[in-house]
C-alpha cells in the first residue's frame, strides 16, 4: 500500500521519533556523545519522567546547537555511538523519503551530486591511506632491544603470533616488577582470544596492555595490514595511526583535525573529521609526556594537546600501552558499553620457534632451543619479544653457553645489561672481566644505575632537560655519555629523556640499592618492595655469573656487608602480618640470592611456618624458586608444615617439589586424584587430608596412588564420592594401617571409629 510522501518537518520528526525511541535509558551517555553539558542533561532529567521523553529532548537541545543537522549527521553520530541498528530501521522505514528530501538546489547544483562527489572523495581518501600504510609498514623495521637498530620484517607474510587474553587489573603504581610478576602469573591462567574473534569484531573502544616489549605495536600495525587489505573493519571508512612519542612533539596543537593535517598532510589536505566515519589507533600510552595531564581532566592544562587527545574518545579508538598505564586511563575515560580490554602475552610456542628459526644462526639454534627448555626463567620469559631477542643474541654471541646465564632473573637482567653495554656503549670486543677492571666503567655504571634509581622512586618514564641537568652536575658529566641507555627526544617546547627500555632501568635501580643503601634504608622504601627479590640477587656469591661485577661498584661500601643484608631482608619480610604473600617473597628472595643455609638464614627460616601448594594458579619459575629453597630447607633437618597439592597432571618440577617435601612434612592435603606413576612416599606424615568427594575413581587408582599415603599417616581425613563401591575395602585397609585417629565422609554420613564403618559397610552392602 502506497503512502503520500512526508513534508521535510513530518520527515524529521518521525526519524527523530524513532531515534529517540530506540536510544530509551541510554539518553544520558547519548546526551553526552552529542557534546551536551551536565547542566543541559541535568535540565532534561528534571523536566521528563519517561526515558524516551528525555532522549527527545536531548536530540532537540542536540539540533538547537547545531542548526537544524541533516539526516546524514544525525546518521554519522549514530554510527558513531554504535547504533548501526538504528540507522538500518530508519533508512529502511523511510529510505525513499529521505532520499527526496536531500534533493535540494543550492546555486544550480544538484545536492545528491554534491553527495556522490563527497562518497568519491571518502573512497578516493581511504584507497590513499590504505596504501600508505601497506607501503611503509608492509615491511617494518622491528626495533632491536635498547638499541635503536632494525631488522627488516614482512608483516603480512611473516607475522609472528601473539597471544591474546582478556585483561588483567593492575595496580595503579605498578609500573616496573609487580607488573613482571602479574605477567608470569597470568602466564598459568589466560585463555587465548583468536586475533580473528577480536579485530573482525567492530568495538568502539578498545584498550590493549601489556608489558614493556610483549609486541603491541607489532599486533597494532598488522591490524593496519588487515584493515588495508579489507580484512577488518570494513565499516570504518578511516583508520589513523597516532604514536604518543611523536605526540609529544606537537604539544601545542589544539585540534583533531589540526592534528591529521599535521601527521597526514600529504593524505588528508583541508580535511574535515566530521564527515566521515573513523577509527584512531592511540599506541604508547605510557610515553604520552602528558600523561598525568590527561588522567585529570579537571585540572587546567596550557598544552592543547591533552584536549586533543581527549577528543578522540568521541570517536571510534584503540588505546595501547602499559599495563599500569591503559589501567588508569580507563578509569578516567568515558563509559562505553560496546568497550573490549584485552592484554598481550607475547608470542605462543609457535611464535617462539618460528622467532628463533628466523633470526638465530642455523649452528645455534640448538643451543637456544635447549636453553629455552631447560632454563625455568629462559622459558618463562621467552615469550616477551625483548627477552628472547636478548638471549638469542647472548647464546649466538658465545663458543661455550655459561649455565648460569639464565638461572635467576637476576642473572637474566645482568647478562643483558652488560651484553648491551660492551656491543652498544663500550663498542668493543673485550671481555667483560677485563672491562669491569676499569674502574671508569665501574663509576659509569653507578652512575647510570643512580639516575633510574632517582627515576623510579618517583615513578618516572619520562624527564626533562631540567631534571637531566641536575642528575649530570651531580655526577659531573656530559648528557651524551649516557645516550644509549638514555635516550634524547625533541619537541617543540625543547628536548626531554627517557630510558631506551624499561625493563633495564628496574634492574638499574635494584644495582643502585644494593651498592648504595643499607638493608635500613631499602626495606624503608615502599617502591623498592618490587625490587627486593633481585636487589638479593644481586648478593649472588657463584664466581661463574655475571652478577659479581655489579656489586663492588661503591668503594664505601664494605663488602663484607652483603651477606647481613640478606638475611636483614628475609628477617623483616618473615615479620609481616601478610602472610601468603611476604613467604613466597621470602622464597623467591632466597632462591634469587642462591645462598645456603647459613646460621644466619636458619635464624630467620625457624621463625617462619612454611606451607608449600602445587596447583594450578603456580608459575614454572616459583616452582624453581620453591624446589631450591624446600631442598636446603629438608636437608637442613627442618620439617615442613604443609603440603597442599590440587592439581593432577605435574610438570617435571612439580613432581621434584612434591618429592621433596615429602620426605620432610607435617600434613599432606589433596584435593584432587592424581597418578604419581610407580613413585611411592616412603617417609611418615602425621596428618593427610584427601578431599575428593567430587572425583569418582577406581578401586585400582585409589590402591595405586592413594592408599600409599594412607599407609604413611597417624591421622587421616577422607572425603569420597558417593557413588565409590569399594568402601569395604578402604575398612579393611584402614584396619591394616598405623592409623590412629581417622574421619571419613561418605554418602552424607561421618565416621570417626571402625565398628561404625564396619557396620555401615555391611548392612549397606557396598
Known amino acids: 500500500m502506497s503512502r503520500n510522501k512526508l513534508t521535510s518537518d513530518e520527515l524529521i520528526s518521525k526519524y527523530c521519533g524513532k531515534t529517540s525511541y530506540k ?38 537541545k542536540w539540533k538547537q546547537k547545531t542548526g537544524n543537522p541533516s539526516w546524514e549527521q544525525l546518521k554519522k553520530e549514530l554510527m558513531a555511538f554504535d547504533r548501526l541498528d538504528i540507522v538500518v530501521e530508519v ?7 529521505l532520499i527526496s528530501s536531500e534533493k535540494l538546489r543550492y546555486d544550480g547544483i544538484d545536492f545528491v551530486l554534491c553527495e556522490q562527489t563527497s562518497k568519491d572523495i571518502k573512497i578516493e581518501l581511504s584507497a590513499e591511506l590504505k596504501k600508505f600504510y601497506l607501503e611503509y609498514y608492509g615491511k617494518i623495521d622491528e626495533l632491536e632491544p635498547l638499541l ?120 588528508t589536505n583541508d580535511f574535515k573529521i566530521s564527515n566521515y566515519t573513523a577509527l584512531f589507533i592511540v599506541d604508547g600510552l605510557d610515553e604520552f609526556k602528558y600523561f598525568n595531564e590527561l588522567l585529570n581532566p579537571s585540572l587546567t592544562c596550557k598544552y ?43 608470542f605462543n610456542e609457535n611464535g617462539i620457534n618460528n622467532y628463533i ?43 661455550i653457553i655459561n649455565k648460569n646465564s639464565f638461572l635467576t632473573m637476576t642473572d637474566l637482567y645482568a647478562n643483558v645489561f652488560l651484553y648491551f653495554m660492551r656491543k652498544h656503549i663500550i663498542k668493543n670486543n673485550k671481555l667483560v672481566y677485563k672491562i669491569m677492571e676499569d674502574n671508569t666503567n665501574k663509576k659509569y655504571i653507578l652512575n647510570i644505575c643512580k639516575i633510574a634509581y632517582n627515576l623510579f622512586l618517583e615513578n618516572k618514564i619520562i624527564f626533562s632537560k631540567e631534571e637531566f641537568q641536575d642528575f649530570l652536575s651531580d655526577l659531573d658529566k656530559k648528557e651524551g655519555d649516557f645516550f644509549g641507555f638514555i635516550e634524547r627526544i625533541e619537541t617543540d617546547l625543547g628536548y626531554y629523556y627517557q630510558f631506551a627500555h624499561l625493563t633495564i632501568m628496574e634492574f638499574c635501580a635494584s644495582v643502585y640499592a ?16 618490587s625490587c627486593l627479590s633481585m636487589i638479593c640477587g644481586l648478593a649472588n656469591k657463584n664466581q661463574n655469573s655475571f652478577i659479581k661485577f655489579l656489586v663492588n661498584l661503591n668503594p664505601s661500601k664494605k663488602s663484607n656487608e652483603e651477606p647481613s643484608l640478606l638475611c636483614s631482608i628475609l628477617d623483616r619480610l618473615g615479620k609481616s602480618n601478610v602472610y601468603e604473600y611476604y613467604h613466597f617473597l621470602i622464597i623467591e628472595c632466597f632462591y634469587e640470592s642462591q645462598s645456603s643455609f647459613t646460621d644466619e638464614i636458619k635464624s630467620v627460616v625457624d621463625k617462619q611456618i612454611f606451607i608449600i601448594s602445587i596447583n594450578d594458579g603456580k608459575t614454572s619459575y616459583f616452582t624453581s624458586c620453591e624446589n631450591y ?31 621433596q617435601c615429602s620426605t620432610n612434612v607435617r600434613k599432606v592435603i589433596f584435593y584432587r586424584p592424581i597418578n604419581f606413576e610407580g613413585w611411592k612416599p616412603k617417609y611418615k606424615i602425621e596428618e593427610l587430608k584427601i578431599s575428593i568427594s567430587y572425583y569418582l575413581i577406581t578401586k585400582k587408582n585409589f590402591q595405586e596412588n592413594i592408599l600409599p599415603w594412607i599407609n604413611l599417616c597417624e591421622e587421616l581425613v577422607l572425603e569420597l564420592h558417593d557413588n565409590i563401591d569399594f568402601i569395604k575395602e578402604i575398612y579393611e585397609w584402614i584396619c591394616c594401617s598405623n592409623i590412629k585417629k581417622f574421619e571419613i565422609r561418605y554418602r552424607g554420613k561421618y565416621f570417626c571409629n571402625l565398628d561404625k564403618l564396619k557396620s555401615f559397610t555391611t548392612q549397606n552392602n557396598v
Open 514 to 529: 644494593y651498592n648504595c643503601l643499607n638493608s635500613d634504608e631499602i626495606m624503608a622504601s615502599k617502591k623498592l618492595k
Open 148 to 267: 635503536k637498530a632494525s631488522v627488516n620484517v614482512d608483516l603480512i607474510q611473516k607475522y609472528v603470533d601473539l597471544c591474546i587474553v582478556n585483561s588483567v587489573t593492575a595496580q595503579k603504581d605498578a609500573v616496573f616488577s609487580v607488573e613482571r610478576t602479574k605477567f608470569l602469573d597470568k602466564q598459568m591462567r589466560y585463555a587465548t582470544i583468536p586475533y580473528s574473534e577480536i579485530f573482525t569484531k567492530e568495538k568502539s573502544v578498545m584498550l590493549l596492555s601489556g608489558i614493556a616489549g610483549i609486541g603491541k605495536t607489532w599486533l597494532l600495525r598488522k591490524c593496519l595490514l588487515d584493515w588495508s587489505n579489507g580484512l577488518i573493519w570494513k565499516n570504518v571508512e578511516l583508520v589513523f595511526y597516532l604514536e604518543c612519542r611523536r605526540l609529544n612533539q606537537y604539544s601545542n596543537i589544539s585540534n583533531i583535525n589540526e592534528l591529521l593535517n599535521v601527521f597526514y598532510k600529504d593524505i
Open 23 to 60: 536510544i530509551g535509558s541510554d539518553w544520558l551517555r547519548w546526551g553526552r556523545h552529542l557534546g551536551l553539558n551536565d547542566s543541559d542533561l541535568d535540565n532534561i532529567a528534571s523536566d521528563n519522567t519517561k526515558c524516551y521523553e528525555k532522549a527527545d529532548n536531548v536530540l532537540k
Open 629 to 659: 629453597f624446600i631442598s636446603h630447607f629438608v636437608k637442613s633437618g627442618r620439617k615442613l608444615e604443609q603440603l597442599n597439592v590440587n592439581k593432577n597432571i605435574l610438570s617435571d618440577e612439580e613432581k621434584k617439589l612434591l618429592i
Open 91 to 97: 533508512e529502511k522505514e523511510f529510505g525513499d523519503d
Open 357 to 399: 628459526e628466523s633470526h638465530v644462526v642455523e649452528e645455534k639454534k640448538e643451543v637456544v632451543k635447549t636453553t629455552l627448555t631447560e632454563s625455568p626463567i629462559a622459558k618463562a620469559m621467552a615469550s616477551v619479544p625483548f627477552y628472547l631477542s636478548s638471549m638469542c643474541k647472548i647464546i649466538s654471541d658465545v663458543e
Open 304 to 346: 592543547p594537546i591533552v584536549n586533543t587527545l581527549a577528543e578522540i574518545q568521541n570517536y571510534k579508538h584503540i588505546i595501547a600501552g602499559r599495563v599500569y598505564a591503559t589501567d588508569q586511563y580507563q578509569s578516567v575515560s568515558a563509559e562505553q558499553s560496546n568497550k573490549l580490554t584485552i592484554q598481550i602475552m607475547g
